[in-house]
Nanobody, 126 residues
């Protein structure tokens, strides 16, 4: 079982930056793939970024490429999502999620992730 807690959300003006963090409480965190999803009102939850258990591979949705960066610190059981050049369309609740398969290949489907945080709200004003 992996418990995940997101933090760092807030309100920012368009063009600004925010850094989200996802803290995990599990000894197996360092061998779990982690992903960030977001869900805007009236829309389906969608993948934003994912990072392999060793940090050796990342994946980004086209809508956030070159603006968002995900990283992890396995010694601190933490994953980050640095969000730059934010746009109003980035407004959503952001979730981190963990894949229960250990040391597996990086996957990008919603159903590939088994453990979820409670989410943190990001609001970008125009």
């Amino acid at each position: 079982q992996v418990q995940l807690v997101e933090s760092g959300g807030g309100v920012v003006q368009a063009g600004g930056s925010l850094k989200l963090s996802c803290a995990a409480s599990a000894r197996t965190f360092s061998v779990c793939n982690i992903a960030w999803f977001r869900q805007a009102p009236g829309k389906e939850r969608a993948l934003v970024a994912a990072i392999r258990w060793d940090g050796g591979r990342t994946f980004y949705a086209d809508s956030v490429k070159d603006r968002f960066t995900t990283s992890r610190d396995n010694a601190k059981n933490t994953v980050h999502l640095q969000m730059n050049s934010l746009k109003p369309e980035d407004t959503a609740v952001y979730y981190c999620a963990a894949d229960k398969r250990l040391v597996g290949p990086l996957r990008v489907g919603l159903r590939d992730y088994d453990y979820w945080g409670q989410g943190t709200q990001v609001t970008v004003s125009s």
